[in-house]
């Protein structure tokens, strides 16, 4: 990408989006193109090809999405396939319908069958039976990888797919049934040490095992894609190491400084016993990542302390 390239990074707001705003401007793009979802809905057909019209972008970074934990996964299951398959239909066919040079498309390691051979490489995808409570946000995903597949295929266009592991960074949700566990454990192991309350909840077994990436690590990840892979097949981003979520909450339980109990509530779901990425060929193209969890928790955290206190 040129530096003056007009750049659209779609949900330039949420984690990962910000993130690579972050990561553009840190490098001297200076032609970035964002519109709030209150200005531009690209659920909206009409009004996104209306903004691809007027503002004719040459790059697009995809990272809008509704996006949220395992809970909100489950309930929300016709808003996550709806506003998912809008979204991306939308954007992708204005990116071909404008001739937009490259676009990036943003899923989830959730596409992948629940039980997958691990470390999961990326041509297990559609081999297997998805994780229910995640299955109508995966079917979007897997959509809009085939999406940006068919268009390659048929167009010729250059738009790539990337599949990040289970992500954490600034700019997190931080609702408390509808985030990720990251999130959820700092803010209730945060709150519980305020209270002195002897004891903290963790929702399921503790057993399942999950890998997790700083977004800015993604956002790093992602312009290194735009600038050096042209193939539409997708690519995993993770860091290659996971831990069990009992790990991650007694981890955040350290950072946090809380000195109760952790307890676990098995009524709670689980989810897939675990995703680990097969990072190889990520890898082998030249990236890796630069950010321990350990550093990436302290980092969020020092950042949730700030916003807390209104600096
Ligand atoms: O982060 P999480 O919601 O995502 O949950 P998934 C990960 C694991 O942490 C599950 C446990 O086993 C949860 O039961 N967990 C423990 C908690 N305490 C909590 C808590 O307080 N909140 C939450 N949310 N979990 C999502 C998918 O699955 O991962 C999405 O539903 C997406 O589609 C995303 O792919 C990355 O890894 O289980």
Request: hydrophobic residues 40%.
């Given at each position: 990408?040129?530096?003056?390239?007009?750049?659209?990074?779609?949900?330039?707001?949420?984690?990962?989006?910000?993130?690579?705003?972050?990561?553009?401007?840190?490098?001297?793009?200076?032609?970035?193109?964002?519109?709030?979802?209150?200005?531009?809905?690209?659920?909206?057909?009409?009004?996104?090809?209306?903004?691809?019209?007027?503002?004719?972008?040459?790059?697009?970074?995809?990272?809008?999405?509704k996006v949220g934990g395992?809970l909100a996964n489950?309930?929300l299951?016709?808003?996550f396939?709806?506003?998912?398959?809008?979204?991306?239909?939308?954007?992708?066919?204005?990116?071909?319908?404008?001739?937009?040079?490259?676009?990036?498309?943003?899923?989830?390691?959730?596409?992948?069958?629940?039980?997958?051979?691990?470390?999961?490489?990326?041509?297990?995808?559609?081999?297997?039976?998805?994780?229910?409570?995640?299955?109508?946000y995966?079917?979007?995903?897997?959509?809009?990888?085939?999406?940006?597949?068919?268009?390659?295929?048929?167009?010729?266009?250059?738009?790539?797919?990337?599949?990040?592991?289970?992500?954490?960074?600034?700019?997190?949700n931080?609702h408390?049934?509808h985030s990720h566990?990251?999130?959820?454990?700092?803010?209730?192991?945060?709150?519980?040490?305020?209270?002195?309350?002897?004891?903290?909840?963790?929702?399921?077994?503790?057993?399942?095992?999950?890998?997790?990436?700083?977004?800015?690590?993604?956002?790093?990840?992602?312009?290194?894609?735009?600038?050096?892979?042209?193939?539409?097949?997708?690519?995993?981003?993770?860091?290659?190491?996971?831990?069990?979520?009992?790990?991650?909450?007694?981890?955040?339980?350290?950072?946090?400084?809380?000195?109760?109990?952790?307890?676990?509530?098995?009524?709670?779901?689980?989810?897939?016993?675990?995703?680990?990425?097969?990072?190889?060929?990520?890898?082998?193209?030249?990236?890796?990542?630069?950010?321990?969890?350990?550093?990436?928790?302290?980092?969020?955290?020092?950042?949730?302390?700030?916003?807390?206190?209104?600096?």
């Amino acid at each position: 990408m040129e530096k003056n390239a007009k750049i659209y990074i779609a949900g330039h707001r949420g984690m990962v989006g910000s993130a690579i705003h972050r990561k553009l401007r840190a490098l001297g793009f200076d032609n970035l193109l964002l519109r709030t979802s209150d200005k531009l809905d690209l659920r909206n057909q009409q009004a996104v090809a209306d903004f691809f019209a007027a503002e004719q972008p040459e790059y697009v970074f995809l990272a809008a999405a509704k996006v949220g934990g395992i809970l909100a996964n489950n309930a929300l299951r016709a808003d996550f396939l709806y506003d998912n398959l809008a979204i991306q239909n939308n954007v992708v066919h204005q990116a071909y319908v404008h001739g937009v040079k490259k676009l990036l498309f943003l899923g989830s390691s959730c596409i992948y069958p629940k039980l997958a051979p691990q470390p999961i490489k990326e041509e297990y995808l559609l081999t297997g039976l998805l994780e229910p409570t995640n299955e109508p946000y995966a079917i979007a995903k897997i959509a809009g990888i085939k999406l940006c597949e068919a268009y390659h295929d048929q167009y010729g266009c250059n738009f790539i797919s990337v599949m990040p592991t289970n992500l954490y960074g600034y700019h997190d949700n931080y609702h408390p049934e509808h985030s990720h566990v990251l999130p959820a454990l700092l803010l209730r192991l945060h709150e519980a040490k305020a209270a002195n309350q002897p004891t903290v909840t963790v929702w399921g077994s503790g057993k399942p095992m999950r890998e997790f990436l700083f977004a800015d690590d993604l956002a790093d990840a992602c312009v290194f894609l735009m600038g050096s892979y042209d193939d539409p097949q997708l690519v995993n981003v993770g860091t290659g190491e996971d831990l069990s979520i009992k790990e991650l909450a007694y981890l955040i339980k350290s950072i946090v400084g809380y000195e109760g109990e952790l307890v676990f509530d098995p009524s709670k779901p689980d989810g897939t016993p675990r995703k680990l990425m097969d990072v190889s060929k990520l890898q082998a193209l030249g990236w890796h990542h630069t950010t321990s969890l350990e550093m990436g928790v302290r980092l969020v955290y020092e950042d949730f302390l700030a916003s807390c206190s209104g600096q």
